[in-house]
């Protein structure tokens, strides 16, 4: 079975970082890549689907990279809305990340 | 707009059947582009995925919860549900339904992930 690593699995930031979210496949899958948004007591939200698309209505801060065993997502200027935890999953077997929280330094 | 509401019981007692339902407002099951999922969170925990039902028939699972979770459609009522039997305290969480778009152009496939979800159902398994 495929199992992804998310790193790190905490992130403290300030309003206005850079943030850069890690997801590693143990072996390749192309670009079957999704990332989501979970606030406590909500939903996931689709952010990015594809490895690369922005999901629609998702802000242009978000953005996804990578192919293969590697991905990433970037938050370019992190927003007081933005603190929330994030999860990789592989979107054709569907396992998930771990998760990253990322929370106000 | 698409809409999905998850239902049932919110205690379980173990051994029994966990048995849920998903009711779709605002558009078709029957969409071939349509998969329809179950996806599952214990108390302070991360994301599980349990298994998916397309109108056409097919599932697929999780192989950890394959042994145990069934998840069908039933496209007179626009729903899905999700039964896993032999319930524990593991299997304490709240429950998420949810609808993943895929196409087809070729031979080749095209996911768009989850993009619509419910709000979520806590279930406890306790005696």
Not at chain 2, 111 to 119: C, D, F, I, K, T
């Amino acid at each position: 079975d495929i199992q992804l690593t998310q790193s790190p699995s905490f992130l403290s930031a300030s309003v206005g970082d850079r943030v850069t979210i890690t997801c590693r496949a143990s072996q390749g899958i192309s670009n079957y890549l999704a990332w989501y948004q979970q606030k406590p007591g909500k939903a996931p939200r689709l952010l990015i689907y594809g490895a690369s698309t922005l999901q629609n209505g998702v802000p242009s801060r978000f953005s996804g990279s990578g192919s293969g065993t590697e991905f990433t997502l970037t938050i370019s200027s992190l927003q007081p809305e933005d603190f929330a935890t994030y999860y990789c999953q592989q979107i054709n077997s569907y396992p998930f990340g771990q998760g990253t929280k990322l929370d106000i330094k | 707009q698409v809409h999905l509401q998850e239902s049932g019981p919110g205690l379980v007692k173990p051994s029994e059947t966990l048995s849920l339902i998903c009711t779709v407002s605002g558009g078709p099951v029957t969409s071939p582009v349509h998969y329809w999922s179950w996806t599952r969170q214990p108390p302070g925990g991360g994301l599980e995925w349990i298994g998916y039902v397309h109108s056409s028939g097919s599932t697929y699972y999780n192989p950890s919860l394959e042994s145990r979770a069934t998840v069908s459609m039933d496209t007179s009522k626009t729903q899905f549900s999700l039964k896993l039997r032999s319930a524990t305290s593991a299997d304490t969480a709240t429950y998420y339904c949810a609808r993943e778009t895929v196409t087809m152009v070729g031979t080749r496939y095209f996911y768009y992930g989850m993009a619509v979800w419910g709000q979520g159902t806590t279930v406890t398994v306790s005696s």
